[in-house]
Nanobody
């Protein structure tokens, strides 16, 4: 089992940047593919980005491609999401998730463990 704790959310102006972190504890972090999802106010949870066990393969939602970067540091048991050129529509609770497989996927239901979420608000 793995425990996930997100941090780094906050209030930022449009065009600004934030970096989210997800600290993992428990079983070997490198055994898990990881993902970021978000839930905007009044909407369902949606896929943002995913990364395989080594960091060699990454996947992005079209809405964030070119603006967000997912990465991981297996030595530090930490997942990151660098968010640049933020827009008001990026406002959401952001969740990290772990999948008991080395291959990343974009479907929330295929992830086994979830963090508690961190709020990101993009507003002037």
């Amino acid at each position: 089992q793995v425990q996930l704790v997100e941090s780094g959310g906050g209030l930022v102006q449009p065009g600004g940047s934030l970096r989210l972190s997800c600290a993992a504890s428990g079983r070997s972090f490198r055994s898990y593919a990881m993902g970021w999802f978000r839930q905007p106010p009044g909407k369902e949870r949606e896929f943002v980005a995913a990364i395989n066990w080594s960091g060699g393969s990454t996947y992005y939602a079209d809405s964030v491609k070119g603006r967000f970067t997912i990465s991981r540091d297996n030595a530090k048991n930490t997942l990151y999401l660098q968010m640049n050129s933020l827009k008001p529509e990026d406002t959401a609770v952001y969740y990290c998730a772990a999948r008991s497989d080395i291959m990343a996927v974009t479907t929330a239901g295929r992830y086994d463990y979830w963090g508690q979420g961190t709020q990101v608000t993009v507003s002037s």
